[in-house]
């Protein structure tokens, strides 16, 4: 059962952007790194951007870097997805995940979101040329 919940997807025009956001549940996100994932029709998932909890840093699928930002309010318990200069190749579902094992980079390679603490339902992005 998913327990986090992204908002923010849309329909958009290429070269649009969008911002995704996705609140954590309380109490220990200041332990959790965050990230999301994303699956296009007919492929698999693979990790966009993740952020660590421990300093901060940022992994970036090479698809995306230059373009999308992740970024974390603790204040909010929230993480954001800011997407400019969006392409057709970018239309997805995309997920928030939250888990208090991993580095950036180790939480973006995760072969199965639905193992991680937190994971949510999806928001669907679709960018039209």
């Known amino acids: 059962q998913a327990q986090l919940l992204e908002s923010g997807g849309g329909s958009v025009q290429a070269g649009e952007s969008l911002r995704l956001s996705c609140v954590v549940p309380?109490?220990?996100?200041?332990?959790?790194?965050v990230g999301w994932f994303r699956q296009a029709p007919g492929k698999g998932r693979e990790g966009v951007s993740c952020m660590s909890s421990v300093d901060g840093s940022t992994y970036y699928a090479d698809s995306v870097k230059g373009r999308f930002t992740i970024s974390r309010d603790n204040a909010k318990n929230t993480v954001y997805l800011q997407m400019n200069s969006l392409k057709p190749e970018d239309t997805a579902t995309y997920y928030c995940v939250a888990d208090g094992r991993y580095s950036e980079y180790g939480l973006c390679h995760v072969s199965d979101i639905y193992g991680m603490d937190y994971w949510g339902e999806g928001t669907r992005v679709t960018v039209s040329s």
């Open positions: 309380g109490g220990t996100w200041n332990y959790f790194s």
